[in-house]
Structure formats: C-alpha cells, structure tokens
C-alpha cells in the first residue's frame, strides 16, 4: 500500500463486571485510544497481516517491515500474539548516522509503537526491523514515511 492515513478510534475501560463488585464507591476509568497525529499519514504501509510463528528458540523476521519490504522505516507498528513471544524492534536513531538499537519486548496480547522520527537522549528514530520468537498466531501491521 502506498500513499494514504492511518487512525485509531476507540477506548480502554476498565472497572468492576457488574454493580456491587468491588470496593465502595464502585468506579470505572476510561482512556480514550488514538495515535499522536489524527488522521497519521503515511506514504507507504502494509496491510494487517497474519501469520503463524513457530520458533521457541529463534527470532523471525516480519516480511512487511524493513529492507526488502514495503515499509522500510516504520513510525507506526501493531503486532498482536495470540501466545507468549519476545518481540524485537531494530530502529535507527533517525540521526543518518546509521545508529541503531534494539528493544526486546514480553509479549502476549496488543502491542502498539509510535517512534519519534527523531532520537531523543539516544532513543528514539524510526523502526527498521521486527522479529519474534515464540509459538503463536500473529497479527501485525506497519506504516511509515518510506
């Protein structure tokens, strides 16, 4: 895919399942879910893909992000497992230097990542590479400026 924008809309709740659970007062709390641009545009992106992961001891790569893909630096990535993974992101810190680092995520259910282009402090930039190891169904999308 290329050229177009990316939202998210919806909001987290949490609080007791029904009246009466819970301490008193009963309450709730709820967070409303979006990126940090509204609408988010990209130039290119892949769609949400899925894909089975069977690799306890070794990492695999995502196709659809960096070198060889369509999204080859990221500034927005989604990846949901259905069983426990250890996600690793690649990013360079976006300072053209070719610096790059890495981050190792316990994963089990939703992850979403909004790098800044920029590095901050050393950290920060745009994502380059994402691989996971582990036994699970996953589901996963990206976009990016390029």
Not at 4 to 24: K, N
Not at 131 to 138: D, F, R
């Amino acid at each position: 895919m290329s050229g177009g924008q990316v939202t998210l809309d919806g909001s987290l709740s949490a609080g007791p399942t029904v009246s009466g659970d819970g301490g008193f007062p009963a309450s709730s709390c709820s967070a409303p879910l979006s990126l940090s641009v509204v609408p988010k545009p990209y130039l290119a992106a892949c769609p949400v893909l899925s894909q089975t992961i069977a690799s306890p001891s070794a990492y695999v790569t995502l196709p659809c992000i960096g070198a060889g893909g369509p999204v080859v630096n990221a500034d927005t990535i989604y990846v949901k497992c259905d069983g426990p993974c250890a996600l690793r992101l690649t990013f360079d810190d976006g300072t053209g230097a070719g610096t790059t680092f890495t981050s190792v995520v316990p994963l089990q259910g939703a992850f979403l990542c909004e790098p800044p282009s920029q590095s901050v402090s050393g950290v920060g930039g745009f994502c380059t590479k994402v691989e996971l190891q582990g036994s699970a169904t996953v589901e996963y999308y990206a976009s990016g400026q390029r």
